[in-house]
């Protein structure tokens, strides 16, 4: 089992940037892949990015390609959400999720991702 703790989140004026960590504690992180999902009021999550094991797979929802980076250091136990160009359309409140197995490419199915921290809110001002 793995614990997940988010830090990072807060207000921004549309255009900034914000970085989310994402601390695990528990089992060996380097064992499971890591996915950032966010939850906006009156939606339901959505998958933002995700990482494997290794680092060296990344992918990310269209709608965030070319603004947030997703990395992890493993030897710090922590996944990272760097968030550029931020805009209003973003505020939610973001999530980390552990994926016990090691595949090469992270899913994008929430229900995929066994461990969850409890989300950190970030708001985007216009």
């Known amino acids: 089992q793995v614990q997940l703790v988010e830090s990072g989140g807060g207000l921004v004026q549309a255009g900034g940037s914000l970085r989310l960590s994402c601390a695990a504690s528990?089992?060996?992180?380097?064992?499971?892949?890591m996915g950032w999902f966010r939850q906006a009021p009156g939606r339901e999550r959505e998958f933002v990015g995700g990482?494997?094991?290794?680092?060296?797979?990344?992918i990310y929802v269209d709608s965030v390609k070319g603004r947030f980076t997703i990395s992890r250091d493993n030897a710090k136990n922590t996944v990272y959400l760097q968030m550029n160009s931020l805009k209003v359309e973003d505020t939610a409140v973001y999530y980390c999720?552990?994926?016990?197995?090691?595949?090469?490419?992270?899913?994008?199915?929430?229900?995929?991702?066994?461990?969850w921290g409890q989300g950190t809110q970030v708001t985007v001002s216009s």
């Open positions: 528990g089992r060996t992180f380097s064992d499971y892949t």
């Open positions: 999720a552990a994926d016990r197995s090691t595949r090469w490419e992270p899913s994008r199915e929430r229900y995929d991702y066994e461990y």
């Open positions: 990482i494997n094991w290794n680092g060296i797979r990344r």
